[in-house]
Nanobody
């Protein structure tokens, strides 16, 4: 089992920044590709960003390209999502997720490949 705990959400004005963090425990963190997803009220959960085990492969959703950066620290068992130039449409609950993958270079956008999820952290962007 992998336990994931997100932090860093909150209320921010449009154009502002937030840094989300996710702390992992329970298994060898470096064995998991990590991802961030979000879900707005009345909408399906959607992909935001993903990073491979090694950190060498990274994907971003088109809606977030140029506005966010995903990073991980395997020594500290953490993954972070720095978000800048936030927009009201970025308002959602943000989830950290872990995917058990065999190779260090794989990052995935696919929700179904993530077997472990955090409880989420609310991000609200006011206009």
């Amino acid at each position: 089992q992998v336990q994931l705990v997100e932090s860093g959400g909150g209320l921010v004005q449009a154009g502002g920044s937030l840094r989300l963090s996710c702390a992992a425990s329970g298994r060898t963190f470096s064995n998991y590709a990590m991802g961030w997803f979000r879900q707005a009220p009345g909408k399906e959960r959607e992909f935001v960003a993903a990073i491979s085990r090694s950190g060498g492969s990274i994907y971003y959703a088109d809606s977030m390209k140029g506005r966010c950066t995903i990073s991980r620290d395997n020594a500290k068992n953490t993954v972070a999502l720095q978000m800048n130039s936030l927009k009201p449409e970025d308002t959602a609950v943000y989830y950290c997720a872990a995917a058990r993958v065999a190779t260090t270079t794989v990052a995935t956008r696919r929700t179904l490949e993530y077997g472990y999820w955090g409880q989420g952290t609310q991000v609200t962007v006011s206009s």
